[in-house]
């Protein structure tokens, strides 16, 4: 992906950086992609870390990534509120 590639150039990110930020990508899309539905993203991970939050405070959800109980994938808050809200109105059809 040479976009990604020239925006790592204009902001000082070295190429090896931005060629692990894909593979972490394209890993966590696969996971995903490959998850038997619904996903179940009831797992609150630390932003950076992606490890699991025990208990986690209020302050903990803000900017949490929230990973899928099933398949280990994850998504940012807003990715999950509007998957909850697609099963959600997926069900009342």
């Given amino acids: 992906m040479k976009s ?12 090896k950086d931005t ?6 990508i394209r890993s ?9 539905k619904p996903h179940d993203f009831s797992v609150c991970l630390d932003r950076h870390t992606k490890q699991p939050i025990k208990d986690p405070t209020p302050a903990q959800h803000f900017g949490a990534k929230w ?3 099933k398949c280990g994938g ?11 809200k697609g099963l959600q109105d997926a069900k009342s059809t």
Avoid: F
């Fill in 4 to 15: 990604i590639h020239d925006l790592g150039e204009m902001v000082g990110i070295p190429r």
């Fill in 19 to 24: 060629d692990s930020i894909l593979v972490a």
């Fill in 28 to 36: 966590n899309q696969k996971l995903l992609e490959e998850c038997t």
């Fill in 67 to 69: 990973g899928c109980s």
């Fill in 74 to 84: 994850y998504v940012d808050s807003i990715d999950k509120s509007w998957y909850n």
